[in-house]
């Protein structure tokens, strides 16, 4: 469990094949993010992976082909968000974030209003119904409040810290982006199903 609090941004060091999945090697800035033991849980842009190996100031992850084929392609030299799992007696800052990837949404529009972002995001129309305005969601890992929904697309506003502190500052128009929606949403859509 993560909280969308971005705590460093890590940069993709090396990508291994493995058949269908992958191994990946990201660096990471070790004042920035909280020591992880093997077998820990850390957000990578909002994808919850398992630490395989530790390096100095580097984690290694084995990604599965299931991952791979639900989220945006992690590519060599990008850089990433990373948070380590919550700890349950610790502060939560932004909302509950599973690390389970809901989609790959799309960014439609970009504006900018004195040093904030809008942007505007189109995600799968099957997740339109999680998304609520003033509502939470998870953008490349990173949680955000809902400013405004329309039928196939809602905006977000970033602020100057977000966009400096986290991987949203590279984004462009066209850019695509992992999303996780709110996970109370998820769960009380399921709920309501079963009826």
Known sequence: ???????????IKKIESLKKDARITVAYEANKIKASNLGDSISINGVCLT???KQKNQFIFHVSAETLSRTISFSEK?????????????KVGGHFVTGHIDGIAKIASIKTTSQCWILE????????????EKGSVAINGVSLTVNSVKSDNFK?????FTLKETNLGSLTKGSQINIEVDLIARYLENILKRK
């Open 1 to 11: 469990m993560f909280t969308g609090i971005i705590q460093s941004i890590g940069l």
């Open 51 to 53: 630490v395989q190996k």
């Open 78 to 90: 990008s850089l990433v968000n990373l948070e380590s799992a919550v700890l349950y007696n610790g």
């Open 121 to 132: 995001i189109k995600p799968p129309k099957k997740l339109m119904k999680f998304i609520a």
């Open 156 to 160: 977000v506003n970033i602020i100057p």
